[in-house]
């Protein structure tokens, strides 16, 4: 979907977030939402903690995070501390249900215990993958979401559901949720804003089939929906 501008766009995923959270408050009682970091959602969630506040079903939400830098829990480039002060220090969700990730464990454990946590409080599909209501995901100029970078183990290992993993392009450890996760989701939403992002956009919708090179061509929500929500910048390399 091409929106006019961020605002635009960070309206419109408000506005699926708060019927999306309806819908799964009826059928299951709970909604689940895995965040994404980065800028772009920051707009998305100064709404949502301000004049959507009053509208969602807070204490009935599960907050997790779709990936995480492996910097200290109170370091602003953390996501999860970038989520608390935008939006989750505004709204009365009960702080047993937000589950960031947790950046200082050692590699394996930190897996294995986000795994667990997700598993305690979502929906499970046959082969035991946790199933979120609602994917926020943004899109990196290079084509990555979440933490799932161009090239690396994480676009082609599909037998861990949680990773943490050196990403070459950094230097630095990250830790995702893979695409076995995403792709059991209800619904996914990618956000993506500015000119910046307009190649990445035109490879992942239109690019030869490379999901190695361009990870978001593995998104593919098996039984769920797949929305991009672009501004006019970052889709200024699709057909009008
Ligand atoms: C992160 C992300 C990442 C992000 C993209 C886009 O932790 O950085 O979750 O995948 O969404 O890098 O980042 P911007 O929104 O800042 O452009």
């Known amino acids: 979907m091409r929106l006019s501008d961020s605002t635009a766009v960070a309206r419109e995923a408000a506005r699926?977030?708060?019927q999306i959270a309806a819908d799964s408050v009826r059928a299951r009682g709970k909604f689940a939402v895995a965040l994404s970091g980065g800028t772009t959602p920051e707009e998305l969630y100064r709404l949502l903690g301000s004049e959507y506040r009053e509208q969602l079903p807070w204490s009935q939400s599960y907050i997790?995070?779709?990936?995480?830098?492996?910097?200290p829990a109170s370091d602003p480039q953390n996501n999860a501390y970038a989520v608390r002060q935008q939006l989750l220090d505004q709204v009365a969700v009960p702080p047993e249900q937000v589950f960031p990730m947790n950046?200082?464990?050692l590699a394996r454990t930190a897996e294995r215990d986000y795994l667990e946590k997700m598993r305690r409080h979502l929906p499970l599909d046959a082969k035991k993958t946790p199933i979120f209501d609602l994917v926020l995901l943004g899109l990196g100029a290079d084509g990555h979401f979440a933490s799932i970078y161009p090239g690396t183990r994480?676009?082609?290992d599909l037998s861990n559901m949680v990773l943490?993993?050196?990403v070459p392009q950094l230097g630095k450890d990250r830790m995702t949720l893979t695409l076995p996760v995403f792709n059991a989701a209800r619904h996914v939403i990618v956000m993506a804003i500015g000119e910046e992002k307009a190649e990445a956009v035109s490879n992942a919708l239109q690019g030869a089939r490379k999901p190695s090179t361009y990870p978001a061509q593995a998104l593919n929500p098996k039984e769920g929906t797949l929305t991009w929500l672009l501004d006019t910048a970052a889709a200024s390399k699709l057909p009008a």
Not at 64 to 71: I, K, L, S, T
Request: aromatic share 20%; proline share 5%; hydrophobic share 35%.
């Open 64 to 71: 997790y995070w779709g990936d995480e830098r492996r910097v």
């Open 103 to 105: 950046s200082s464990e």
């Open 16 to 18: 699926r977030w708060v």
């Open 164 to 166: 943490v993993y050196p």
């Open 154 to 156: 994480a676009v082609s």
